[in-house]
């Protein structure tokens, strides 16, 4: 497995821990009644200030961590840092599904306000869709790499 494989499956992992307790403080939230007034885009949004930081963190911590780990047992201690246009072309191939999954999001939250769906549910389908975005450029730079191509 190579570094920049390495570092998608951290992503990926930490993608799915951080946006499971998302969604798990979010039903939490709701049910306690706290997005029932007017304030409930700030309480939903001071939430996501504190997560955004602490899974950067948890990324890079665990980005950290598991290249150690990976160096102890396979016995390579040094990866290779080397970028090729090989590797930018899995980049862009990730960006593009990072702007088509955030854009659609960002029009289909404008289009549920036009609705009169509440703000409230317009920040959670951007942030949810952002959040695809990012799964999703993590899984096809993973794939991408894997099938060299």
Not at 19 to 33: D, H, K, P, Q, T
Request: net charge positive; aromatic share 16%.
């Amino acid at each position: 497995m190579i570094y920049k494989d390495r570092n998608n499956v951290v992503s990926i992992i930490t993608f799915l821990i951080v946006n499971f307790y998302i969604v798990f403080r979010l039903f939490e939230m709701n049910e306690a009644g706290q997005f029932d007034g007017p304030n409930a885009v700030n309480i939903w949004a001071r939430m996501v200030v504190w997560v955004i930081p602490i899974s950067i963190g948890v990324t890079i911590v665990g980005t950290i961590l598991f290249n150690i780990g990976y160096a102890i047992v396979t016995g390579n201690p040094k990866p290779s840092f080397l970028v090729d246009e090989r590797d930018h072309l899995f980049d862009r191939r990730s960006s593009t599904a990072v702007v088509i999954c955030a854009g659609g999001g960002f029009i289909l939250a404008v289009v549920a306000l036009a609705f009169g769906w509440s703000g409230f549910i317009g920040f959670n389908i951007i942030y949810f869709a952002m959040a695809l975005g990012s799964l999703s450029a993590d899984i096809i730079k993973f794939i991408s790499y894997r099938r060299g191509y």
